[in-house]
């Protein structure tokens, strides 16, 4: 199929509370991660690659940072040739309120699709890591003169009462539960089960239909997970499509990233020798907007006043001034002073580590100035009277926090 | 039992006469608008049971007046009355739970009045 016959519209309004302080500032798809990108980049660049050129981005809840980044960032189009990722704030078009799901929002939007008439419409979340080719998906979609597609992620049996889980038959969908107690396995494997990952394609008139018919309900949470996809399922013609991985790991790659604990891992992986995650992968590049730093720097190799940076990324603009780092990531623009330490930790961009502070297991958002002589992760029962504190014990200091 | 009650928006005094009259002939009580905005406010003001909705309505149109009564009241069943079925490819119609193309023979839009209010 002719890609501008497909519409992309990527559903970033998420609050995201489960990533707080993380997203006091930022919706959730505008959370940094691993150094340089945001989250949104995974799906923009996802899509780009796919060659998918008409793409929409929903958005609602503290959107300056998101917006910002995709218009610094991803203004890479040629609307002459009909491409373009356009911003869609909600609009209250319709009637006075504001998204009330992720069905509403492609509701509210629904002039979109009438002046665009796509063939299909790829709907994407804004706020998940991996790497996927969406052509191989409308092939499958097509192939299967399916009427609703949706890309399902293998978990364990044991794991699959946190999603929506579905059930198939030759790969069409009969039943699909919301965090089940007793998850159905999957027929070709019983250790495991199979889940929504939010990625669907869907046919514009079955679309429109849905999620006009959803509007009228007053029962409804308007979500697409919880309303439309459980009334489609039976009298519908819905599929389920195997995600097949761009990153090419023996391990299948899909983070959608609830919490701060996961978040904190998903990191931490990316400075393994062999990481989980591939990001050097010229095959299917992940791009994102950087502002121009000169490379990261270390300075001061004396016996004591010695900086040493092992295991961690580093991005551009940083200065390791005679500290040390190790098993962290660095975003642009960081100072780490001497006889500082940073491990296992992730900081954001703007951030000044004094000297003599040890910082461990902490993630430091932007902007923060951390005064000399100051310990965090060490003594989490002293760390919680001032931070937020995570269940596996990382501390996280909200942006801008000030001493 | 009480009579259902039916809001009639129609911007054409004539038609709008001829469709109350004929309606009301049928034991519905009519209460008419002859615009958007003024339908829309007696939609949140008033109890009613169904929506006959004209589509070419100077000002706030009936497509723009549907997606306001919805946001309303969102399960409100809405009958659209219009001359032109161009419409239809405007998707906000496809709410309603009728589209009919107007005719000098009231009888479709009546049995479709009842369908819907007897289904209720």
Same mark, same amino acid.
């Given at each position: 199929?002719?890609?501008?016959?497909?519409?992309?519209?990527?559903?970033?309004?998420?609050?995201?509370?489960?990533?707080?302080?993380?997203?006091?500032?930022?919706?959730?798809?505008?959370?940094?991660?691993?150094?340089?990108?945001?989250?949104?980049?995974?799906?923009?660049?996802?899509?780009?690659?796919?060659?998918?050129?008409?793409?929409?981005?929903?958005?609602?809840?503290?959107?300056?940072?998101?917006?910002?980044?995709?218009?610094?960032?991803?203004?890479?189009?040629?609307?002459?040739?009909?491409?373009?990722?356009?911003?869609?704030?909600?609009?209250?078009?319709?009637?006075?309120?504001?998204?009330?799901?992720?069905?509403?929002?492609?509701?509210?939007?629904?002039?979109?699709?009438?002046?665009?008439?796509?063939?299909?419409?790829?709907?994407?979340?804004?706020?998940?890591?991996?790497?996927?080719?969406?052509?191989?998906?409308?092939?499958?979609?097509?192939?299967?003169?399916?009427?609703?597609?949706?890309?399902?992620?293998?978990?364990?049996?044991?794991?699959?009462?946190?999603?929506?889980?579905?059930?198939?038959?030759?790969?069409?969908?009969?039943?699909?539960?919301?965090?089940?107690?007793?998850?159905?396995?999957?027929?070709?494997?019983?250790?495991?089960?199979?889940?929504?990952?939010?990625?669907?394609?869907?046919?514009?008139?079955?679309?429109?239909?849905?999620?006009?018919?959803?509007?009228?309900?007053?029962?409804?949470?308007?979500?697409?997970?919880?309303?439309? #996809?459980?009334?489609? =399922?039976?009298?519908? @013609? !819905?599929?389920?499509? %195997?995600?097949?991985?761009? /990153? *090419?790991?023996?391990?299948?790659?899909?983070?959608?990233?609830?919490?701060?604990?996961?978040?904190?891992?998903?990191?931490?992986?990316?400075?393994?020798?062999?990481?989980?995650?591939?990001?050097?992968?010229?095959?299917?590049?992940?791009?994102?907007?950087?502002?121009?730093?000169?490379?990261?720097?270390?300075?001061?190799?004396?016996?004591?006043?010695?900086?040493?940076?092992?295991?961690?990324?580093?991005?551009?603009?940083?200065?390791?001034?005679?500290?040390?780092?190790?098993?962290?990531?660095?975003?642009?623009?960081?100072?780490?002073?001497?006889?500082?330490? #940073?491990?296992?930790? =992730?900081?954001?961009? @703007? !951030?000044?580590?004094? %000297?003599?502070?040890?910082? /461990? *297991?902490?993630?430091?958002?932007?902007?923060?100035?951390?005064?000399?002589?100051?310990?965090?992760?060490?003594?989490?029962?002293?760390?919680?009277?001032?931070?937020?504190?995570?269940?596996?014990?990382?501390?996280?200091?909200?942006?801008?926090?000030?001493? | 039992?009480?009579?259902?009650?039916?809001?009639?928006?129609?911007?054409?005094?004539?038609?709008?006469?001829?469709?109350?009259?004929?309606?009301?002939?049928?034991?519905?009580?009519?209460?008419?608008?002859?615009?958007?905005?003024?339908?829309?406010?007696?939609?949140?003001?008033?109890?009613?049971?169904?929506?006959?909705?004209?589509?070419?309505?100077?000002?706030?149109?009936?497509?723009?007046?549907?997606?306001?009564?919805?946001?309303?009241?969102?399960?409100?069943?809405?009958?659209?009355?219009?001359?032109?079925?161009?419409?239809?490819?405007?998707?906000?119609?496809?709410?309603?739970?009728?589209?009919?193309?107007?005719?000098?023979?009231?009888?479709?839009?009546?049995?479709?009045?009842?369908?819907?209010?007897?289904?209720?």
């Amino acid at each position: 199929m002719n890609p501008r016959d497909i519409t992309t519209f990527i559903l970033a309004g998420g609050k995201g509370e489960r990533l707080h302080p993380l997203t006091k500032d930022r919706t959730k798809p505008a959370v940094p991660f691993g150094g340089i990108y945001r989250m949104i980049d995974f799906p923009l660049s996802n899509a780009i690659n796919s060659g998918l050129r008409k793409i929409y981005i929903f958005t609602q809840y503290k959107s300056l940072s998101l917006h910002r980044h995709i218009r610094e960032g991803w203004n890479i189009f040629s609307r002459e040739l009909g491409e373009f990722i356009d911003l869609v704030p909600a609009q209250k078009r319709i009637g006075e309120d504001w998204y009330q799901g992720t069905a509403d929002s492609v509701f509210q939007n629904i002039n979109i699709l009438e002046d665009e008439k796509p063939k299909l419409i790829l709907l994407l979340s804004g706020d998940q890591v991996y790497k996927m080719d969406y052509r191989r998906m409308i092939d499958f979609h097509l192939a299967n003169k399916s009427d609703f597609t949706i890309s399902v992620f293998e978990v364990p049996l044991s794991e699959a009462h946190r999603f929506g889980v579905l059930r198939v038959e030759n790969d069409r969908v009969v039943e699909f539960r919301e965090k089940p107690s007793e998850p159905s396995p999957d027929p070709r494997n019983p250790e495991v089960c199979l889940i929504s990952m939010g990625i669907y394609v869907a046919n514009l008139d079955i679309l429109i239909k849905k999620v006009v018919e959803d509007a009228k309900k007053t029962n409804s949470s308007h979500d697409f997970g919880k309303d439309i #996809i459980p009334s489609m =399922i039976g009298s519908g @013609n !819905v599929f389920a499509f %195997r995600f097949i991985d761009e /990153n *090419k790991k023996e391990t299948k790659y899909w983070h959608d990233i609830g919490t701060i604990d996961a978040y904190w891992e998903a990191n931490m992986d990316l400075v393994n020798v062999d990481p989980l995650l591939n990001l050097y992968d010229r095959e299917w590049p992940i791009r994102t907007f950087q502002e121009q730093y000169p490379p990261a720097k270390t300075v001061f190799s004396g016996e004591e006043r010695k900086a040493s940076v092992t295991d961690s990324m580093i991005s551009g603009g940083c200065i390791i001034s005679g500290g040390r780092v190790s098993h962290s990531v660095l975003s642009t623009n960081v100072r780490v002073n001497s006889y500082a330490e #940073i491990t296992d930790s =992730i900081v954001f961009e @703007n !951030v000044n580590i004094g %000297r003599h502070s040890k910082i /461990n *297991k902490a993630i430091i958002d932007k902007k923060v100035t951390v005064p000399s002589n100051t310990e965090i992760g060490y003594n989490l029962e002293a760390d919680r009277k001032r931070f937020y504190v995570s269940d596996k014990g990382i501390v996280v200091i909200p942006k801008n926090y000030k001493w | 039992m009480s009579k259902k009650k039916i809001l009639l928006v129609e911007d054409e005094e004539n038609e709008s006469l001829l469709y109350k009259e004929e309606l009301e002939k049928e034991g519905f009580e009519v209460i008419s608008s002859s615009n958007g905005a003024d339908a829309v406010e007696k939609i949140a003001n008033e109890e009613c049971d169904l929506v006959i909705l004209d589509l070419q309505m100077p000002q706030m149109d009936g497509i723009e007046t549907l997606g306001k009564i919805l946001t309303k009241k969102r399960d409100m069943p809405i009958i659209i009355y219009t001359a032109y079925p161009q419409y239809k490819n405007q998707f906000l119609t496809w709410a309603a739970d009728a589209y009919l193309t107007k005719s000098s023979d009231l009888g479709p839009l009546k049995r479709k009045v009842k369908t819907i209010l007897g289904e209720k």
